[in-house]
């Protein structure tokens, strides 16, 4: 079973180049934890006071805590989902509002593969419980029954939404987590782009990563993907320049083993049980982090042969990695890859 590493804060800073007039580049390192998950910084900047690590960090903790999350009151898709069953529905924020319609766009063009109403089924398998290594050595199948009232629970078809108003069926439950750290990396983007200072930056939020702007030796960014077989290793590398995106879904992030059958995290909507389409790992390179997350999700649970035509809908590249090791990829996702 995987466990949560939880990690210290560390910041780091270092001082790049001193050409004739040019102000000095400085690095800026950190290592946190925000969304159940491990956030690593590296920005380029010349402001040597900088707190750049800090406020994404709390910008990021602000989106989980004021808006995403399905677990802390304090959050609007909480609220949104106390509110199940109410004839009036909800009053979304524009934000809210904006991420739902384009969760339901992906979920239409996935035909349903895709779909955050599958909180229900998400609870009932005890997924966090399998992150924080609660359920080691006490795992068992939910109950079918179980598994068919929560899957009739669930359904974007059975969702409306109205301009802003939004009206959930009761019982059932939004859970963003297969978009959260891609929206994530969308508020960083803004962050960067509203601040001169900062020349370059990868910032991972977990297995989503964000590039921005030029290192200072102008070489290009770099972004492993792991093999889903050896996970301290990588199947190869992303080459990238300037801004993209980088999303990866796979079944060695969250599961647990039973009788020698591995359980994973991302389900198959129209089974209510861990998505078997052969894949085991996916990753996709857009230039926004809410599809590269979503389209991850989407294409690990289609496979090859319907979620390569789905990236390619959206004008993103993809990478699959199959259960027997095949790589296969789009066209486009050539020019960037470098086998290991
Ligand atoms: P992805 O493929 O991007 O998403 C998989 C996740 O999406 C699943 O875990 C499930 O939640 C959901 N999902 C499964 N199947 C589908 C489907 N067919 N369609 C759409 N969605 C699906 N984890 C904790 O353990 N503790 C926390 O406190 C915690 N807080 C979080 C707060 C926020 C705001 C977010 C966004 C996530 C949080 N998580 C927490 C979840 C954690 O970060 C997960 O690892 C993450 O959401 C899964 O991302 P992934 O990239 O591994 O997989
Ligand atoms: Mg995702």
């Known amino acids: 079973m995987k466990k949560f590493f939880v990690v210290a804060t560390v910041c780091l800073t270092a001082v790049f180049c001193c050409g004739c007039g040019e102000k000095q580049t400085h690095k800026m390192q950190s290592v946190d934890t925000a969304m159940g998950t491990v956030i690593q910084q590296n920005i380029y900047t010349t402001d040597s006071g900088s707190k750049d690590t800090e406020e994404i960090l709390a910008l990021l903790s602000g989106l989980e805590e004021q808006e995403l999350s399905r677990r802390l009151d304090?959050?609007?898709?909480?609220?949104?989902?106390?509110?199940?069953?109410w004839e009036e529905g909800s009053m979304l924020s524009s934000e809210l509002a904006e991420i739902l319609e384009r969760c339901l766009n992906v979920w239409q063009q996935s035909e349903g593969a895709f779909d955050v109403t599958l909180g229900p089924v998400v609870s009932l398998w005890d997924i966090d419980g399998w992150a924080a290594?609660?359920?080691?050595?006490?795992?068992?199948?939910?109950e079918d029954r179980l598994l068919r009232d929560a899957l009739g629970r669930c359904g974007s078809g059975k969702i409306q939404l109205k301009d802003r108003r939004f009206f959930l069926p009761e019982g059932m439950m939004l859970d963003l987590g297969a978009v959260?750290?891609?929206?994530?990396?969308?508020?960083?983007?803004d962050y960067l782009e509203g601040n001169e200072e900062i020349t370059g930056a990868i910032i991972s939020v977990g297995g989503s990563v964000l590039t921005f702007g030029e290192k200072p030796d102008e070489s290009t960014w770099k972004v492993g993907i792991t093999n889903p077989a050896d996970t301290s290793a990588n199947i190869g590398v992303l080459s990238l320049e300037g801004q993209w995106c980088i999303s990866t879904s796979g079944d060695y992030e969250r599961y647990v083993e039973l009788d020698g059958v591995r359980y994973h995290h991302i389900i198959d909507p129209a089974t209510g049980y861990p998505a078997d389409s052969g894949v085991s790992g996916v990753t996709v390179?857009?230039?926004?982090?809410f599809l590269s997350d979503a389209l991850s999700t989407a294409c690990f649970i289609l496979g090859p042969e319907k979620g390569m035509p789905l990236a390619e809908r959206y004008g993103a590249e993809v990478l699959f990695v199959s259960r027997d090791g095949r790589v296969q990829m789009s066209e486009g996702m050539k020019k960037y890859f470098h086998k290991s």
């Open 133 to 142: 290594g609660e359920r080691e050595g006490s795992f068992s199948l939910p």
């Open 74 to 85: 304090t959050s609007e898709v909480w609220k949104v989902n106390d509110s199940a069953g």
């Open 285 to 289: 390179l857009a230039k926004d982090g």
């Open 180 to 189: 959260g750290k891609g929206i994530g990396l969308d508020r960083i983007l």
